[in-house]
């Protein structure tokens, strides 16, 4: 079963490409999740998790483009949690290539969390700013 699936009523922002980005982010995180659990491991984890971080950039590239476009006015506050996000995610790859640290159910649990909750509560706020407007 996939780690988290995707719902338009519960997650989408409505903007289509932004939703096509999360749900993709989503994909991503379930396939590190697949390769966990049969054990794929070396194989099919590294490009995975460069896949994800490749993603996870050019997503919030795109998602500040629009709140800058809308007029949003928390596009700072905003940004600054896609950009620790990146960091974390860029220092644990670091740390993953080197051999320092392995990926474990925890790292992707907190993955998909950190995910879902910036979407819940942090995108959903230019959602409702645009509905507004
Ligand atoms: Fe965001
Ligand atoms: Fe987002």
Excluded: C
């Amino acid at each position: 079963m996939a780690l988290v699936q995707w719902n338009e009523a519960k997650y989408s922002v409505h903007e289509e490409r932004i939703d096509t980005q999360h749900e993709t982010l989503f994909e991503l995180i379930n396939r590190l999740h697949d390769s966990m659990k049969e054990g794929r491991s070396k194989e099919s984890i590294p490009p995975t998790l460069e896949a994800l971080a490749a993603y996870t950039k050019q997503h919030f590239g795109y998602e500040e483009g629009y709140m800058k476009r809308v007029g949003y006015p928390n596009l700072e506050q905003h940004r600054a949690q896609h950009q620790e996000f990146v960091h974390t995610v860029e220092s644990f790859i670091s740390d993953y290539n080197s051999g320092k640290v392995g990926l474990t159910f925890q790292i992707i649990n907190y993955l998909k969390d950190w995910l879902v909750s910036h979407i819940l509560k942090t995108d959903k706020q230019y959602d409702e700013f645009v509905a507004q407007k």
